[in-house]
């Protein structure tokens, strides 16, 4: 039975994170406190940091400076495969899927290459493995689409079974960048159903561009502008922040 207290605790935070090249600061300085079960949202301009503060969670850029303590451990210069161990998964675009495969075949892949990381999992059967993969696909509204090619997905199609894809790690926290990115406006209508899906079992901390998505699924937000936060709170609290809409605004006048 899992601990109520645990529930509302935090998954992960950071401490000071900052990412620099050369001069020029990436993240600076970036106190995060992501609770479990949360669909935490990341949102800000292009360039305000939001994919440099998910790829150093997950451990593909390391940080110049500064801490990130997952499950109360520090995961120091710990590598993606080993974050991945300890239950921290990402979505990848394009690099995830395997084409020739079909969608079952590819989320029971993912199912197997997480049981041969732990040894004591191997006595599982090719059965569980293919029901649990059923599940997912399930979960992603993939099902219907079991037996079909991967390459013949719909863009949106693709984004749900890389979701389902990383579900197959049993991620405790599941990174997504921009996954509304490619979907039709039916899927993305969707996608807040099955990341609420998701958050029964994980949590997810996502950088999304689209409004809309944002406020159906944030549990929280964050808005970052030139690597730093500059507000956090629900949705509502986030998006009526003066600070917020200046920087959009100014964001909409450049674009
Ligand atoms: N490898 C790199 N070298 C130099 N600058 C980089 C590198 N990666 C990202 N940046 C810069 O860091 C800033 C933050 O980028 P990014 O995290 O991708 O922003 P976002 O995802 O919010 O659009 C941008 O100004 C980007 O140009
Ligand atoms: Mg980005």
């Not at 406006?185 to 958050?199: F, N």
Request: hydrophobic residues 40%; neutral net charge.
């Amino acid at each position: 039975m899992e601990d109520p207290a645990t529930r509302t605790g935090v998954l992960i935070s950071t401490r000071g994170l900052s990412k620099s090249y050369g001069p020029f600061k990436a993240v600076d300085d970036v106190d995060l406190d992501v609770r479990e079960h949360d669909i935490h949202v990341f949102i800000g301009p292009n360039g305000a940091g939001k994919s440099t503060v998910l790829n150093m969670l997950g451990g593909q850029i390391l940080p110049t400076s500064g801490d990130i303590i997952f499950d109360g451990k520090s995961l120091g210069a710990s590598t993606p495969s080993s974050r991945a161990r300890a239950g921290i998964g990402r979505s990848f675009q394009l690099t995830s899927i395997i084409p020739g495969f079909t969608c079952l075949e590819n989320v029971v892949l993912a199912v197997q290459a997480h049981r041969g990381l732990f040894g004591l999992l191997r006595l599982r059967s090719k059965e569980q493995d293919v029901a649990l993969a059923q599940e997912l696909l399930n979960l992603v509204d993939l099902r219907p689409a079991a037996e079909v090619p991967a390459e013949l997905l719909s863009h949106g199609q693709q984004r749900q079974l890389e979701i389902a894809v990383a579900l197959g790690g049993r991620p405790r926290l599941l990174l997504l960048d921009e996954p509304s990115s490619g979907m039709s406006a039916h899927e993305r209508s969707r996608l807040g159903d099955l990341l609420k899906r998701v958050v029964n079992t994980a949590t997810v901390v996502m950088a999304e561009h689209d409004v809309h998505v944002v406020r159906t699924v944030a549990s929280r937000v964050t808005a970052f502008a030139e690597g730093k936060k500059l507000a956090e709170g629900s949705a509502d609290e986030v998006f009526d922040s003066a600070d917020v809409r200046r920087v959009f605004l100014r964001g909409r006048r450049d674009a």
